[in-house]
């Protein structure tokens, strides 16, 4: 076996397999980052005032949440997964926190472990329907997003109660330094342990052995089931800082408040170099993804596309970057 870019060991078959495949994921990189300057330049060149530092810390707060969410999904498109529950997770969250806290830091407390709790239980139970019960990963996790919701209406019976805590709100909305937003600080401290797990323990070479092939996985003494599991419980606890967040951003709850975050986080994976097939790519590429997709949203306010433009712009940067990628596949059970 051979060590892909991020220090993972793949199946390349050769060592000329491996070479090129070391070059296609550091040029895919390295695009998604140009990608991300040149939204940058434009927008600059458009309203200069995106130069400054107070706007500069905005787009690193909403990258945040972003950013957190595609942790997660990150995680599960490595092993050829998706995760569509991740908005109604980051809603029922919403609603539950600011019900629950009303304001109170005290109670924050509490609602902060609840809120995880609520978020990793949503990700083991599509783990576990994914894994054991086989079913596909596009249904099990469109299954829970319906009922999470569900669940999210029946909880607040249709009118969203409650509000954030100062604490949440500093979280959200505060910055240290009057510079560096909270919320990109928490991201940075996750993104820092997500790209330490990928390319420095055995777990990490277990999450791209499994992306590139399952069943030589399975021969090799992986635990397939285990790693789907864990990832996908990840990914429903990252859904749920990012709905703690938000919170206290907006200060308040309100159905879809996670729904950009659904096509988002995907986008901002599938931009950042990460085959939506599995085993190739990683979190410093989503990285590049993440701050595109903020930007090209930003971009889009100040040119006045009204929000069907955004989602058209999303699924059409999505299906550009697929061919330019190539569609890459591997033999997996």
């Not at 130069?51 to 092993?79: R, W």
């Not at 050829?80 to 539950?96: C, E, K």
């Not at 909305?173 to 996750?190: E, H, T």
Request: proline fraction near 2%.
């Amino acid at each position: 076996m051979s060590r892909d870019p991020g220090g993972a060991q793949t199946f390349s078959p050769t060592r000329l397999g491996y070479l090129i495949d070391t070059l296609k994921s550091d040029w895919r990189t390295m695009l998604a980052y140009g990608v991300a300057l040149v939204l940058y330049l434009i927008m600059v060149a458009i309203s200069p005032s995106f130069a400054s530092l107070e706007q500069i810390s905005n787009i690193l707060n909403l990258a945040a949440f972003l950013g957190i969410v595609a942790i997660g999904q990150t995680l599960v498109i490595l092993v050829f997964g998706i995760d569509l529950s991740v908005s109604a997770v980051i809603t029922l969250v919403n609603l539950v926190t600011t019900a629950f806290v009303a304001g109170s830091d005290a109670r924050t407390l509490t609602a902060i472990p609840l809120a995880l709790a609520i978020g990793a239980a949503v990700g083991l139970v599509n783990g576990l329907g994914i894994r054991y019960l086989q079913i596909p990963d596009l249904v099990m996790t469109l299954a829970s997003f319906t009922i999470v919701t569900g669940v999210a209406l029946l909880y607040s019976g249709g009118a969203p109660t409650g509000q954030s805590s100062r604490l949440l709100n500093k979280l959200g909305a505060g910055d240290l330094g009057g510079i560096l937003p909270w919320s990109f600080v928490i991201w940075a401290v996750l993104a820092a342990l997500t790209i330490f797990a990928l390319t420095r323990t055995t777990f990490g070479r277990h999450v791209y052995a499994v992306g590139l092939n399952r069943r030589a996985s399975r021969f090799s003494g992986i635990n397939v089931g285990r790693t789907v599991v864990i990832l996908y419980t990840i990914s429903g606890a990252t859904a749920a800082i990012a709905g703690l967040l938000l919170t206290g951003y907006t200060g308040s709850s309100y159905f879809g408040i996670g729904d950009p975050y659904q096509l988002g986080s995907i986008a901002a994976v599938v931009v950042g170099g990460t085959s939506i097939f599995g085993g190739r790519g990683g979190y410093i590429g989503t990285i590049a993804g993440v701050i595109t997709i903020v930007l090209l949203q930003s971009l889009l306010t100040v040119l006045n596309i009204a929000d069907a433009g955004r989602e058209i712009a999303f699924g059409l940067v999505i299906l550009i970057l697929l061919v330019i990628y190539g569609r890459e596949r591997s033999l997996r059970q």
